[in-house]
């Protein structure tokens, strides 16, 4: 399998309140948190997350390539990433062999799966892309409002230059908060402004000042770099951390918590509520990443995960070999939902794909391009 054969397609192929926003930004949050005070249940596990160790082999061979959102109502979502630079790729037609694989892959209907979209930014062609697909009004909701209280997709990152006007779109919350400089010589500022875009997903826009590197790659043309990173609740992080690690050999970036009551209650939490903020990450990448947070017993548990539910129900990683994958992510507890499935697809040519279903009953896509 080639990771270089997977880049070089997708290059090809790529042409209302502060009370919600609170709790899921990358950076104001943790402005008012404090490293995690007490060890995690498996410190050995805690530590070779964030190191290269001869154990850890690395399965994935590149950072989040594809978030999936399915929507009721795709104009809407359309217009809404347009202000933040992604615009639909031309996809043609799908043949029925490959529709079919991917109805399986998704665990929707074949017609759910021939609705398929893909929102890019052309100019920025490692960035995530945004696959969308539709169902009816009355679906089911991962969940039917901005709060980050219940399990599963609950938000896409971008980065922002301070002039990214984003076509008029108005900020439901905007603020500035002082977090550490990377090399923890001293503070800097940080510019928040938080966006509700269709379907409940909540859109993180953070500012950071000139001479500290952006959460991704700007596009100049609309100012906006990203999709960043991808925010998702879950029950049990320290279980879901041994699963990327050992499943995927993705690395811990990121591991706070969060305490402050004022900001607890600002997020429309419970004010005793812990919540544990932590970040996985192919290794060395510095964007695409996965945001995990847990409420521990303050979490609510949701039935609506995956597809096909309305939200952000699918992510989707490149690997090295698709065998390996499904053995490595099973024997780390993850369950083999679909496949592996050899297909097509207009952005990424012959390839084999499965989708897995992590503890925490995330859903993930695992992708590797067929040798030439």
Known sequence: ????????????????????????????????????????????????????????????????????????????????????GLEPLPLPPVGPGALRAEAALWGVTEEVAATQSMLANSRLPGAPRLRVLTVAPDSATVRSDYSAQADGGASLGFACLPSAELAGLAPAAQFEVTVPRPDNAGNYTVQERYFHAPESVLIPCVTRPPDVAPIAP?????????????????????????????????????????REPKLLAAAGLPTDAVVRFVQVAAPGTQSGVLTLLDLGAKGVRNEHLRPPARGLVLWTFPVGDILVARDRVKAAGGVVVAGPLATTSPYLGDHQALTVRTPAGVLLELVATTVE
């Open 1 to 84: 399998m080639s990771s270089k054969h997977f880049a070089n397609q997708s290059r090809r192929h790529c042409g209302a309140s502060a009370r919600i926003a609170g709790c899921l930004t990358l950076l104001a949050l943790a402005a008012c948190a404090k490293p995690a005070a007490d060890p995690p249940s498996d410190p050995a596990a805690d530590r070779t997350m964030g190191e290269s160790t001869p154990e850890l082999q690395v399965i994935v061979t590149g950072g989040l390539h594809t978030v999936t959102l399915i929507t009721a109502a795709p104009e809407q979502v359309r217009g809404f990433f347009a202000a933040f």
């Open 218 to 258: 700007l596009d100049p043309a609309v100012g906006v770099g990203g999709p960043a990173y991808a925010g998702i609740v879950v029950a049990d992080v320290e279980r879901e951390l041994r699963f990327y690690r050992d499943g995927l050999g993705l690395i811990k970036t990121r591991d706070i918590e969060l």
